[in-house]
């Protein structure tokens, strides 16, 4: 299983093998459902990179960070949200009231809430990400790409599978599944189930000190022994049955729990912070060091799931129904110092349900067709709390920086949001000749959104204490697209363009008690693709260049007390990204990716609070938040036989370029370029059930920002930021039964 590139795969620009290979050595096909109907990925006039579930296991591979390092022109940057970037667009808002630039799903079903959706992958079939807007077939908030993750599903047959991993920093993981048909024959279930444990690899200075408040008033906390820990359980039960009409119904229940200290959420040293003035006091300087007087993190989520397929005469009717009710609530230190200052909290809870309808064509005819229709019902509620003390000469003029606010001050915001979206799409390809086709798609889609907000302060100083509320709500209408061709210029070249636009829903900065919303954003792109296989399908060279233009792009900048949402004007994405694959050899595989982008501001104008927050600042010309200019990957692979076992041996190496965090680019709020390698190897029988493997993660022990939050003003605009994981060993065992 290890023996396969695990490389991106992207469809009519870039392609990689996601099978092992066959006895011929060449690289073989994949099927994908990224089309919302089965097709090959070689095939298919679309930017998909397609990764097989097991084999990420077996690398170690267990987080969306880990997947999207190994796809170009993507990236993962999360704090207290999932944040996916795809081709220098994706989620900058970390309240709720927003959408993210990049749409994921879960066995095709849209998953809202992004503060519950970086959670557990196991027991998956593959991973499908699809680069660019995608318009037509996902719509709304699809402006930079999607993503969908699709789990193994029950066997016909009996199977089972059981595996155990020990590692560093007191890793302890269990995993595995057993799958087959029931009384009958008819149906057939799966049930996956995974435990990890993690001790945790970020040290608190503070541990072992008495239980008591953060702040004064604020709940008692322990000092935990470490952050960045996990403790997390998961469970997967699934159907399938077929019917005598031929038709299938696919049930899928998933349960999720988590309770542990969460991620460390750094401070960056500043000269003036509020626990320096107030107290003589910093937050620690070394990155695996964080002081914390108190932290939680609980995640639970409930899902259910409901997929419906039965053949028509010609076509193929599917239906998906899903629910999910999910909660998550974080809290730590927030000035990150033994010092009384600071304490955050975010309490968020959610239920989604969506359904889908769509009717494919099947077969080979000249038109292939999809219509279908999709609803989406998503309520939230976020509770945010933010309590802290300040220097009194913050608000009172002349008075003292070094003595602290009586009282301090606390600020709550947050409320209920009700989000709807409604629509109707379509997707065609007309073959004009065996070697031409016509591709389009269009669909009409109508958003709403509907809060109800408020915004708590309190000063005990001033003997203010006072709530304001709002009921902010509008609607949006979008017509998005497609439109583009494919050429089969031989046996095993294709040409592709295509030209698509995308919208991302208006948001509501929840709390902030604004007039109206922040504007939807929108993009149209255009790509050109060339793929080649060569060498017999031995090697493989792929190229795409695409150009994408956004008008009102929604961006996240500091308030007072919070991150609110904000629109830029204008900005402008060039890139081009090239992929080399090629077996040499029947034991070798070898592999390099190259992502270039030109991601700039055209047009926004917007007040840098940290630096200088007493003129506003045209950034046009200047390179997009989170977003690296150049994404290199290598990979090499070597499989061979020793004696009657199969010893494999991988490395992969990502480097990316420097990348900023702010749209002003100012070097306080940088990443310079750096670079992960992370090994693999594993053995097996070759005709045998077991097999032993381990994975090195990060094995230069590279520490690099991989996301920056710039605080409110309240806070001092200090830089919260989050690292890559230190070198971390695993070694496991699995066995089939």
Known sequence: MAGALLLAAQSHAQTTPEQPPGSDGQIERVTITAERRSTTLDTTPAAITALDGARLADQGATSLADVLNLAPNTSFAGQNSTQIFIRGVGDVFLLAGGDPGVALYADGAYLSDQTSTNVALFDMQRVEILRGPQGALYGRNATGGAMNLISARPTSTFQSRLGVEAGTYGRKQTEGFISGPLAGGATAARLSFQRKDLDGYTRNPLAGMPPGPIVSGAPVFAPPGRLDDLHSTALRLQTSTRFADSGSLRLIAGYYHQNDNGRSLSLLIDPLMNSSLLYGLYPEADPRRQASQ??????????????????????????????????????????????????????????????????????????????GLTAQDFRQRQDVSLQAQVPLGFLVPGQSLTTALPGGFRVELGGPILTRSAAAYTDLRYALTPSLALLGGVRLNRDTKRADEYQALTIPAFGLAGTRTGAPRDGWTSLTGSAGAEYKLAADTLGYARLSNGFKSGAVNLGALQGSLVKPEKVSALEFGLKTRFLERRGAFNAAVFSSTYKDMQVAQASSANVILANASKASIQGAEFELMLRPAPAWLLGATLGLMKPTYRDFTNTDTRNDPTRAVNVGGRQLAQVSKAQLGLVAEYTRKVGRHKLSLRGDYMRRSKLYFTEFNTPDAMQKSYGLLNLAASIQPAAGRWKLYGHVRNATNTTAITSMLITGTNLGSTRQVTYTPPLQVGIGASIEF
Request: charge should be negative.
């Open 294 to 371: 108190g932290a939680v993190h609980r995640v639970d989520v409930r899902s259910l799931q409901a997929i419906y397929e039965r053949p028509l005469d010609g076509a193929t009717l599917s239906l998906t129904a899903a629910w999910r009710k999910s909660g998550v609530h974080h809290a730590w230190d927030g000035d990150q110092t033994a010092a009384p200052s600071a304490m955050v909290s975010f309490t968020t809870a959610s239920i989604d349900r969506g359904i889908d309808l769509h009717v494919a064509s099947s077969g080979e005819a000249r038109l292939q067709w999809l219509a």
